[in-house]
């Protein structure tokens, strides 16, 4: 783990800015004496313009790794574009893709190491995820050619469409994956073959059902972590 501005961060920073691209990218961040899966955003003159931190943690990160979950799931809008981030084991939560839904989250990015035995079944997770939001995704990963210690997973990096589709991907090899987005495009889908998909779901989405049957349920069963408040929220 390193601090957010530290040696690998300003790597990242100087290729943005050299490129001027704008740069998405996780690893372990150190603060005030807690560890962060984070995700950073770089702009193109290599400032950070955002962040996102893992919500959804594996017992090996939270209980074995002691690293901090984050506490929120906020858009970031870059040059007009709004995105929603999602960290590897988070994408086994809808909920997570749904709130950036209802802000109005134009691509969903999730880098990830989780390959192997679940590809297949993550691989149609991610494309529920962008149908279901009605977001473009993008998910990366590493590509790894040899057995790491107690496993092996053969990965791609994908981008698909608000319907699932595949619209670019690097396949099992190294690469890089790269497609256009028309961000004005009509998202239209079989659910709603008249108008857009998006405006359809954010319009039905019943938030205060959901929340206050989350808000009940989450008393009575057991939490990996602790309820949060307001209060004590990071």
């Not at 987005?181 to 954010?202: A, F, K, M, V």
């Amino acid at each position: 783990a390193e601090e957010e501005d530290g040696p690998f961060s300003t790597r990242l920073s100087e290729f943005a800015s050299e490129h001027a691209i704008i740069v998405v990218s996780n690893h372990l961040i150190s603060e005030g004496g807690r560890y962060f899966n984070q995700a950073t955003f770089f702009g193109r003159q290599g400032d950070i313009v955002g962040r996102y931190r893992k919500v959804q943690l594996t017992v090996g990160e939270y209980e074995g790794s002691g690293i901090t979950p984050g506490d929120d799931l906020d858009v970031v809008e870059i040059e007009g574009v709004r995105y929603g981030t999602f960290i590897c084991n988070d994408q086994a939560f809808p909920e997570i893709c749904q709130v950036y839904a209802l802000q109005g989250a134009d691509v969903l990015l999730h880098p990830t190491q989780a390959a192997g035995p679940t590809e297949t079944i993550r691989s149609e997770m991610l494309r529920t995820r962008a149908h279901d939001a009605s977001c473009y995704l993008v998910t990366s990963t590493f590509l790894q050619d040899r057995h790491l210690s107690w496993q092996h997973r053969e990965s791609r990096a994908t981008i698909c469409d608000y319907n699932g589709y595949t619209l670019a991907e690097t396949g099992y090899r190294e690469g890089h994956a790269t497609a256009t987005l028309d961000l004005e495009e009509r998202r239209w889908t079989s659910w709603c073959p008249d108008g857009d998909h998006g405006e359809s779901i954010r319009r039905q989405h019943r938030a205060d059902l959901y929340s206050r049957y989350y808000g009940e349920l989450s008393k009575g069963k057991e939490n990996m972590v602790p309820a949060r408040t307001d209060s004590d929220a990071s």
